[in-house]
């Protein structure tokens, strides 16, 4: 059974900076993609960044220059560092991997105060 288990997350004032972590376990499978996605009270989830297994990143536009994601797909871990937060970006933030399907894990609140 594979399981994401994510950390880092809480509360941070705007310009502040936050780091989550997360660690995957139980894949049969190599994983192509791991990333994060959030959302907010209201909205859609959306996609943050992701890397794949080719160490290829992509970014939100909206988090591009503040966000910065790295990590190993084949060590099964990652890690998403915040930097310059804004009340925007709190929100619910959930890692995922794909592995022939894709798997979430339990999610990690964010929050930036004005």
């Known amino acids: 059974q594979v399981q994401l288990v994510e950390s880092g997350g809480g509360l941070v004032q705007a310009g502040g900076s936050l780091r989550l972590s997360c660690a995957a376990s139980g894949s049969k499978y190599s994983i192509d993609v791991m990333g994060w996605y959030r959302q907010a009270p209201g909205k859609q989830r959306e996609l943050v960044a992701h890397?794949?297994?080719?160490?290829?990143?992509n970014y939100a536009d909206s988090v591009k220059g503040r966000f910065t994601i790295s990590g190993d797909t084949a060590k099964n871990t990652i890690a998403l560092q915040m930097n310059s937060l804004n009340p925007e970006d709190t929100a619910v933030y959930y890692c995922?991997?794909?592995?022939?399907?894709?798997?979430w894990g339990q999610g990690t609140q964010v929050t930036v105060s004005s």
């Open positions: 995922y991997l794909t592995a022939i399907m894709t798997f």
């Open positions: 890397i794949t297994s080719g160490g290829t990143t």
